[in-house]
């Protein structure tokens, strides 16, 4: 099977995290025998020239199912004019819409976005959502009730425990400092970099100082590293879909305290230590409290290579592919693609 990935976000030399996810699923995919060819976008800015070069690589390449990941412009642009079997892929912004705290123009950006995600999904031939929340998020019943819940996996061969002490060496850290890692970037203000800091300061006037790092500039193939180095991993995001950097943790056996946002509660399910509180500082310097002074790793590196692993989240978008390819092929096809029978 054929299949052209397309996305707005790849991995570069300068961004190196960039769309990182879709790239690793990409690689599984081929790992389990698909051909996937990878289609860059720049939607919000040249969305002509895109959208024609969109038509030219689907002509040129005659792909048996084009996978669009994220919605916004270019599922939508995609959805118009795609003439072979379409899977849309969410991944939370794009369906949820701004932030309260985005500055003015990126909210109307992002509920655009949204706006597009919208009218795109009832014209694609199948529905990928990376939580149930964002599932929950389509606003129509029956895009919900045809969507597939598919996390973004994880890369359980890098993302494994290693030796703290070994970890906190390679990166100079102090061996007896007490480290919470921010799981996102401090400058994206969807993030919620703030709560973050007013949950360790008042973790410091409950008695446990901690210092807050962040992962800014750091290669991926150091996440690994610096997961393993720390005591605990802290997200305070504003919203998420399936957010990968908690599966990371969790994968590498670190303690997660996290808001309630995606899938969080689900994937930390039966997870030791590791909490889910309300974004108030006390409640996250409490929970925080609990899992430092816990002083051990989580149980949870087996549940991720059961459920969350990249492998297992290709393996189920396969079975989609091939779902959609099928129904394509015996006429069953969705909105006003239907036209093109």
């Known amino acids: 099977m054929k299949v052209l990935a397309v996305s707005n976000i790849w991995?570069?030399?300068?961004?190196?995290?960039?769309g990182i996810f879709v790239r690793r699923e990409v690689l599984a995919l081929r790992a389990l025998g698909l051909d996937v060819e990878e289609h860059a976008t720049a939607y919000r800015r040249t969305p002509h020239k895109d959208w024609a070069a969109f038509r030219d690589h689907v002509a040129a390449s005659r792909p048996d199912v084009v996978n669009v990941y994220f919605g916004s412009v270019g599922a939508f642009a995609s959805a118009l004019g795609c003439p072979v079997p379409l899977v849309l892929t969410f991944g939370g912004s794009d369906l949820l819409g701004p932030a309260r705290r985005d500055p003015p123009v990126e909210k109307v950006v992002g509920a655009l976005a949204a706006v597009f995600s919208q009218l795109a999904a009832p014209n694609a031939d199948a529905i990928v959502a990376r939580s149930e929340q964002l599932r929950q998020g389509l606003l129509l019943a029956r895009d919900r009730q045809r969507?597939?819940?598919?996390?973004?996996?994880?890369?359980?061969?890098?993302?494994?425990?290693?030796d703290k002490a070994a970890c906190r060496r390679q990166l100079g850290w102090d061996p007896a400092e007490t480290v919470v890692l921010f799981g996102a970037s401090r400058h994206r203000t969807i993030k919620r970099f703030d709560r973050a800091q007013a949950a360790v300061r008042r973790l410091a006037e409950l008695g446990l100082p901690a210092r807050l790092a962040t992962i800014e500039q750091v290669p991926p193939e150091l996440m690994p590293v610096h997961m393993n180095a720390a005591d605990c991993l802290l997200l305070t995001s504003q919203h998420e879909g399936s957010p990968n950097v908690v599966k990371e943790a969790v994968a590498c056996g670190v303690p997660v305290v996290s808001v309630p946002v995606g899938d969080v509660e689900h994937v930390l399910k039966g997870v030791t230590p590791g909490l889910v509180a309300s974004p108030e500082p006390e409640s996250l310097a409490a929970a925080l409290k609990d899992v430092l002074e816990a002083g051990r790793r989580s149980n949870g590196p087996e549940r991720i290579r059961a459920a969350f692993s990249?492998?297992?989240s290709a393996a189920r978008l396969r079975k989609v592919y091939e779902d959609v390819v099928e129904r394509w092929r015996s006429g069953r096809r969705h909105g006003w693609r239907t036209l093109r029978r």
């Open 11 to 18: 991995p570069r030399p300068d961004s190196p995290f960039a």
């Open 310 to 312: 990249v492998d297992v």
């Open 147 to 162: 969507a597939y819940v598919i996390p973004a996996g994880v890369d359980t061969a890098a993302f494994r425990p290693l």
